[in-house]
């Protein structure tokens, strides 16, 4: 098994985001249906929101589904679906981790995409959680980048339009105050392989740290999360300067 060094508390980042890659990928290596693969990385998260914890990470944002992702074939859309139908209601369970844990739970994107009852639970789960501050995990659900910086833009134009806002006025606080989620990761997971970040948080991890793991997100484990952090760990981020 792959060591890691011993981590400073002060050192690790405290907002993560990752791009939780390779789940169909990871069910055709076992000769299954390409979509039961997603059912082996929900079980993931919550390791996960362990391991942060555990390190002292107060922050998770979760690439969870796509704008794209709505153009999956009907049986593998309608599998996700309800596949995020008994997620949610575990999480809204009072003996879940989210409640054990005091974790607020966030939904960012254009969840209006999805069905009312959906739409409903995601709404549920922020309300419920909105009064915890010990961590805090994001779902980016019907998320693009390029779509979050279009509909940022638009909030933008309303103000200006309705004089709220003078065009002059308009910096870097305020567009980001304008996007789906304010708070800049330190650090960017990618599993899969992939060396992309495809669009994941375009305005917000700018000065974040990549690391690529060729593992399937399934597969992803403790020493791999744990090799992410190390390598953040003896980056010196310099942010331009």
Partial sequence: MWQYKTIKM?????????IMDGNRRFARRLMMKPWKGHEYGAKKIQKVMD??????????????FSVENFNRPEYEFNYLMDLFRKEFDNLKKEDSIIHKNKVRINFIGRIWMFSEDITKKMKQLMEDTKDYSDYTVNFAMAYGGRAEIIDAT??????IKN???DI??????????????????????????????????????SYAELFFCDKMWPEFEKEDFMQAIESYCSTDRRFGR
Avoid: M
């Avoid at 002060?10 to 990752?18: D, F, L, R």
């Avoid at 391991?51 to 969870?64: D, N």
């Avoid at 870097?172 to 992939?194: A, C, M, Q, W």
């Fill in 10 to 18: 002060t050192e690790v980042p405290k907002h993560i985001g990752i």
């Fill in 51 to 64: 391991w942060c914890k555990e390190i002292g990470c107060k922050e998770l944002t979760l690439y969870a």
């Fill in 154 to 159: 638009k909030k933008i134009a309303e103000r």
């Fill in 163 to 165: 004089k709220t806002l």
């Fill in 168 to 205: 002059d006025d308009i910096n870097d606080e305020v567009f980001r105050k304008s996007l789906y989620l304010e708070s800049e990761p330190n650090l960017i997971i990618r599993t899969s392989g992939e060396h992309r970040t495809s669009g994941f948080l375009i305005y917000q991890a």
